[in-house]
């Protein structure tokens, strides 16, 4: 037999978090969720052990309990913060509204299913138990969305883990991974969410290596081969983008980039450009290059093209990204279609290309987290 990719690949990418068009009023049938989790069962176990267990719970007086903890574990919390949000443009709201929806609402929903597993886990630092459950858990929400069902993933109640036990009945030595709250859904049509591309966050062979055109893998140039490094700072975007888009700042940690200069412009914005000095004194070398800024969108991307604005021999790019805590930063480097020095070698030397680009890519990497590093200090210290 063969799969309708299309109709696969729609429930796999529209399997959302389903909280406000939970429909609170029909009833969901014991039957079906068995099917479901059959189905969810298929899902690997460990050592093939069929050692997940599930609690089904339909029953009023004991979803008030569990819906009282999950709000005093949090869910109160959430539901104050949606109302200072509401009305503002925070990038979190819709998220915000929709969690307090749920935990405002967890009693009403008409069926909640705990996915559970026999054990704890050994504290070894690796997955060990969780990754015998939550491939299962994740494979129950695909079945339900299948039938016109949704569910959202929620694990904030694990704070009162011990409470929910105790109403429920679990024993000692189970470990409760997630509360899935389930009904039909008002509608079936949901959207797939804003992720990063894969060629973002897929390393090849090497931590960090990226390809730009995976269609090209034969011709390791046109591939667009780069490399990226990422570090989380304890700082907010704004400081941390101070430090990034300095186009001084790499010449205080890199081994090979020594400073640069804007030209005709005080300051990175689009359509401006740099003249940057470079040597490396490993191969005895110094060189110039003029670098175009392609994107400056303050403070989230600061992005440069390097020799040629449109065909360049190389492209950097600054990503910051705000997370709990403070700030993620990314820079990526990807080496262009116009041939640079690296480039040239590794056409010149086709049966050494491998290895060039390879040490050439350490060479940038070592400097780029050089460079990451030396921001997260200075960041940090004045944070
Ligand atoms: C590990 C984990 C725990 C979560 N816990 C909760 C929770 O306790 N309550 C809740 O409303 N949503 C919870 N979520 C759902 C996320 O908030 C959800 O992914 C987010 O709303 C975005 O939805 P989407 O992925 O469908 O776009 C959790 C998600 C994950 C992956």
């Known amino acids: 037999m063969s799969f309708d990719v299309e109709q696969t690949d729609k429930l796999l990418s529209t399997t959302r978090a389903v909280r406000r068009r939970l429909d609170l009023e029909r009833n969901v049938p014991d039957e079906l969720l068995l099917r479901c989790i059959e189905l969810a069962e298929q899902a690997p176990t460990g050592a093939g052990i069929s050692s997940r267990r599930w609690l089904v719970i339909r029953d009023r007086s004991i979803k008030k309990q569990l819906a009282d903890l999950y709000r005093t574990a949090g869910g109160n919390g959430i539901i104050e913060r949606a109302k200072e949000h509401r009305g503002t443009s925070h990038p979190m709201q819709g998220v915000m509204d929709s969690a307090a929806h749920l935990a405002a609402n967890l009693d009403r929903v008409p069926v909640l299913v705990i996915a559970t597993i026999w054990g704890e886990h050994d504290g070894s630092g690796k997955p060990g138990l969780f990754d015998s459950v939550i491939q299962s858990a994740w494979s129950f929400c695909l079945a339900l969305r299948s039938r016109g069902l949704g569910s959202s993933w929620t694990t904030l109640h694990l704070g009162k883990a011990k409470e929910f036990a105790e109403i429920l009945g679990i024993p000692e030595g189970v470990t409760q991974v997630v509360l899935l709250p389930v009904a039909w859904t008002i509608g079936t049509d949901f959207k797939p969410a804003s992720r990063r591309p894969a060629s973002e966050i897929v390393w090849f062979d090497h931590w960090g290596y990226t390809k730009e055109d995976p269609a090209e893998t034969e011709d390791l140039i046109a591939a667009g081969p780069g490399v990226t490094v990422e570090v989380d700072i304890a700082a907010t975007p704004e400081r941390v983008w101070e430090l990034a888009s300095d186009i001084n700042t790499p ?79 990314r820079q990526r480097f990807i080496l262009g279609q116009r041939l640079s020095a690296t480039g040239t070698a590794m056409v010149e030397n086709p049966d050494q290309a491998g290895q060039i680009l390879a040490s050439r890519s350490e060479h940038h990497k070592g400097n780029m987290l050089r460079n990451l590093q030396g921001i997260k200090d200075l960041a940090e210290k004045s944070a």
């Open 251 to 329: 010449a205080r940690f890199s081994s090979e980039f020594q400073g640069a200069d804007w030209i005709d412009s005080d300051g990175p914005e689009v359509g401006a450009s740099f003249q940057g000095r470079n040597e490396r004194t490993d191969v005895d070398r110094k060189w110039e290059t003029t670098s175009y800024v392609v994107e400056c969108n303050e403070p989230r991307v600061f992005a440069w093209n390097v020799n040629d604005r449109d065909q360049p021999s190389a492209k950097w790019r600054f990503e910051l990204e705000k997370i709990p805590g403070g700030t993620r930063l």
